[in-house]
């Protein structure tokens, strides 16, 4: 049947909205709470470690081909080897990271706080809709529809015979529920307690997992193969010296601030850096 | 680093505020966030807005933050009774604060007593082991003292926890540049092009420091790093090509009694010295003449 319903105004003034004003103080609130709430947690040395290690990992991986291959070779070495290479894990540890991060009592009752924090309101909220709000069509979904949503959405409604269309307060609460979080990130800034969405989906993929990133850094170190770059530089070098010609007058801009960035004090046992003091250099040239 | 187009924002604003236009504010945070160091026009534009009681409460909670730059610009410029009373006032807000406790040891740092200083941080850094300042203020302190083994001794120490700091790999390797440990200083240099390998100054240094180790092999590789600074500047870092010609000719006595591999060696040298010899026509005609005496006696 696809008659049209004609839902009452008064549905507007006293579902939809207070339902939605409620849940943007609520989610306010929240906020506030977890800013007061928040402890400080003091960095674990050995976190810090892996974290810098894995981020010089990456580099080496990812610039690989500027460094001369004795270089590469060496620091492949350092990273990887059996003994005491940084990124190397031996299996037994591999397997501690979860239990620990379970018998830690701190991280264990951080945890429990955000995911406190996070559960309450939404379990009395949910109560709270389904208590006052319950037994009347509350909307109409602007599109069609199949009937496997018709358990979800319109929980409250006894009638099989309605549209799916017309949903219960239930799935207006879902809908502002993942849909506050643009509205949030606009009010409170950036950084805020209200993600839901994003905690829920880091509850499944558990946390931080040092080993796990370590020996997957590990095996792209061992995967990569050193090419180097540079090999057919003065190639290049030629092409680019061809264009300086071409250039002329643009090529007399001032000279790049190359040269002076550079600090003065330890570079000095290989020669001065400006052309102002060209004799040094010309002198230089002469004892080699 | 600082990018070319911060760069040019900076002494935009700089301009401007020296010209009495207004938006000292944006320029203090502008240097806080760039990490410069202009400590004279930082102090100067600092005080004013500090000492000026309306400007003050019109920065809110922004205000502590300011104290804390002017009092770090008065250090560099050593206006120890600026510094002092703007810590004092940053411990009456915060008594027991570690970032004041911090501040505290840089003006003990300021004042030359280093023993103090030393012992404020060390009991700072037990509270607190991975503050990164700290460390680095240690390193500072032993390389003011002149006790250079001890900075590097520090240094490494803080480079073993925090790897990923390329500022600190920059320190290090001018430290041992200052110091003829060439070997090492390689090391660091190639740790920063890793870390960016877009930048032609470390691509420069890294020239450098090779050219001078000497060796055939380490030569060879300066050359090739001279080349990609040149590469990366688009031709216009006149130390990478005087790097090239040094390099080549310094290749050819190294490698004279054995068979010379020539691939296009001369015509990089030549292409080199005509860019040269076109460059310092045009800015520096003077020196001319200096530079075709050297280019000549480079060609033997």
Same mark, same amino acid.
């Given at each position: 049947?696809?008659?049209?319903?004609?839902?009452?105004?008064?549905?507007?003034?006293?579902?939809?909205?207070?339902?939605?004003?409620?849940?943007?103080?609520?989610?306010?609130?929240?906020?506030?709470?977890?800013?007061?709430?928040?402890?400080?947690?003091?960095?674990?040395?050995?976190?810090?470690?892996?974290?810098?290690?894995?981020?010089?990992?990456?580099?080496?991986?990812?610039?690989?081909?500027?460094? $001369?291959?004795?270089?590469?070779?060496?620091?492949?070495?350092?990273?990887?080897?059996?003994?005491?290479?940084?990124?190397?894990?031996?299996?037994?540890?591999?397997?501690?990271?979860?239990?620990?991060?379970?018998?830690?009592?701190?991280?264990?009752?951080?945890?429990?706080?955000?995911?406190?924090?996070?559960?309450?309101?939404?379990?009395?909220?949910?109560?709270?809709?389904?208590?006052?709000?319950?037994?009347?069509?509350?909307?109409?979904?602007?599109?069609?529809?199949?009937?496997?949503?018709?358990?979800?959405?319109?929980?409250?409604?006894?009638?099989?015979?309605?549209?799916?269309?017309?949903?219960?307060?239930?799935?207006?609460?879902?809908?502002?529920?993942?849909?506050?979080?643009?509205?949030?990130?606009?009010?409170?800034?950036?950084?805020?307690? %209200?993600?839901? %969405?994003?905690?829920?989906?880091?509850?499944?993929?558990?946390?931080?997992?040092?080993?796990?990133?370590?020996?997957?850094?590990?095996?792209?170190?061992?995967?990569?193969?050193?090419?180097?770059?540079?090999?057919?530089?003065?190639?290049?070098?030629?092409?680019?010296?061809?264009?300086?010609?071409?250039?002329?007058?643009?090529?007399?801009?001032?000279?790049?601030?190359?040269?002076?960035?550079?600090?003065?004090?330890?570079?000095?046992?290989?020669?001065?850096?400006?052309?102002?003091?060209?004799?040094?250099?010309?002198?230089?040239?002469?004892?080699? | 680093?600082?990018?070319?187009?911060?760069? #040019?924002?900076?002494?935009?604003?700089?301009?401007?505020?020296?010209?009495?236009?207004?938006?000292?504010?944006?320029?203090?945070?502008?240097?806080?966030?760039?990490?410069?160091?202009?400590?004279? =026009?930082?102090?100067?534009?600092?005080?004013?807005?500090?000492?000026?009681?309306?400007?003050?409460?019109?920065?809110?909670?922004?205000?502590?933050?300011?104290?804390?730059?002017?009092?770090?610009?008065?250090?560099?410029?050593?206006?120890?009774?600026?510094?002092?009373?703007?810590?004092?006032?940053?411990? =009456?807000?915060?008594?027991?604060? !570690?970032?004041?406790?911090?501040?505290?040891?840089?003006?003990?740092?300021?004042?030359?007593?280093?023993?103090?200083?030393? =012992?404020?941080?060390?009991?700072?850094?037990?509270?607190? $082991?991975?503050?990164?300042?700290?460390? !680095?203020?240690?390193?500072?302190?032993?390389?003011?003292?002149?006790?250079?083994?001890?900075?590097?001794?520090?240094?490494?120490?803080?480079?073993?926890?925090?790897?990923?700091?390329?500022?600190?790999?920059?320190?290090?390797?001018?430290?041992?540049?200052?110091?003829?440990?060439?070997?090492?200083?390689?090391?660091?240099?190639?740790?920063?092009?890793?870390?960016?390998? #877009?930048? $032609?100054?470390?691509?420069?240094?890294?020239?450098?420091?090779?050219?001078?180790?000497?060796?055939?092999?380490?030569?060879?590789?300066?050359?090739?790093?001279?080349?990609?600074?040149?590469?990366?500047?688009?031709?216009?870092? %006149?130390?990478?090509?005087?790097?090239?010609?040094?390099?080549?000719?310094?290749?050819?006595?190294?490698? !004279?009694?054995?068979? !010379?591999?020539?691939?296009?060696?001369?015509?990089?040298?030549?292409?080199?010295?005509?860019?040269?010899?076109?460059?310092?026509?045009?800015?520096?005609?003077?020196?001319?003449?200096?530079?075709?005496?050297?280019?000549?006696?480079?060609?033997?």
């Amino acid at each position: 049947m696809a008659e049209d319903l004609v839902l009452d105004t008064a549905i507007r003034d006293w579902v939809l909205i207070p339902l939605s004003v409620v849940m943007v103080l609520i989610g306010v609130l929240r906020y506030f709470v977890s800013k007061l709430m928040r402890s400080f947690q003091v960095p674990d040395p050995k976190i810090v470690k892996e974290g810098q290690v894995i981020v010089r990992a990456r580099n080496l991986r990812a610039a690989a081909n500027f460094i $001369p291959p004795k270089s590469f070779r060496s620091r492949r070495v350092y990273f990887s080897n059996e003994e005491n290479g940084l990124l190397f894990v031996p299996k037994g540890q591999a397997q501690n990271a979860q239990a620990q991060m379970f018998s830690d009592p701190n991280m264990a009752m951080d945890m429990m706080k955000k995911n406190l924090s996070m559960i309450i309101p939404q379990t009395l909220t949910f109560a709270w809709v389904n208590f006052f709000f319950s037994g009347f069509v509350a909307a109409k979904i602007p599109f069609p529809l199949t009937q496997r949503f018709r358990s979800m959405l319109q929980n409250g409604i006894d009638l099989s015979t309605v549209d799916v269309s017309y949903v219960s307060s239930r799935s207006w609460y879902f809908l502002n529920l993942f849909g506050l979080r643009g509205l949030f990130s606009l009010i409170l800034g950036e950084e805020n307690a %209200t993600d839901d %969405t994003q905690r829920m989906m880091q509850m499944s993929g558990f946390g931080f997992d040092p080993s796990k990133s370590l020996s997957a850094e590990k095996d792209g170190l061992d995967i990569v193969q050193h090419e180097w770059a540079l090999h057919n530089s003065q190639l290049c070098f030629s092409r680019a010296d061809v264009g300086f010609h071409k250039q002329g007058k643009e090529a007399s801009l001032a000279p790049s601030n190359v040269p002076q960035q550079v600090q003065a004090s330890g570079l000095d046992s290989i020669g001065p850096r400006n052309e102002t003091s060209f004799a040094n250099t010309y002198a230089y040239a002469m004892l080699i | 680093m600082v990018s070319k187009t911060e760069e #040019t924002q900076l002494n935009r604003l700089e301009n401007q505020v020296d010209n009495g236009g207004g938006g000292a504010w944006e320029y203090l945070c502008l240097a806080r966030k760039l990490k410069v160091r202009r400590p004279e =026009k930082v102090l100067k534009y600092g005080l004013s807005i500090l000492n000026d009681s309306k400007k003050r409460s019109a920065l809110g909670p922004e205000e502590w933050t300011l104290y804390e730059q002017v009092a770090i610009a008065a250090m560099d410029c050593q206006c120890l009774d600026v510094a002092k009373d703007c810590i004092k006032v940053l411990r =009456k807000k915060f008594p027991e604060s !570690k970032r004041v406790g911090r501040l505290e040891g840089m003006l003990l740092e300021a004042k030359g007593l280093w023993g103090e200083a030393e =012992k404020a941080y060390s009991s700072l850094s037990e509270d607190n $082991p991975l503050d990164q300042v700290i460390h !680095k203020r240690r390193v500072a302190m032993a390389k003011a003292q002149g006790n250079i083994s001890a900075a590097i001794e520090w240094l490494n120490k803080y480079l073993e926890i925090f790897m990923a700091d390329h500022d600190a790999w920059r320190e290090l390797a001018e430290i041992y540049v200052s110091l003829q440990m060439y070997k090492q200083a390689a090391f660091c240099y190639e740790e920063l092009i890793l870390s960016q390998p #877009t930048v $032609p100054l470390y691509h420069l240094a890294y020239a450098d420091v090779l050219y001078t180790l000497g060796g055939l092999e380490n030569l060879q590789t300066a050359k090739k790093y001279y080349a990609s600074t040149i590469d990366l500047t688009g031709g216009k870092n %006149t130390r990478a090509l005087l790097g090239i010609c040094l390099c080549t000719s310094a290749i050819g006595q190294v490698s !004279k009694g054995r068979n !010379k591999e020539d691939k296009e060696s001369p015509e990089l040298q030549s292409l080199a010295a005509k860019a040269l010899e076109k460059d310092y026509k045009e800015r520096a005609d003077d020196k001319h003449g200096l530079l075709t005496c050297v280019l000549r006696s480079l060609k033997i």
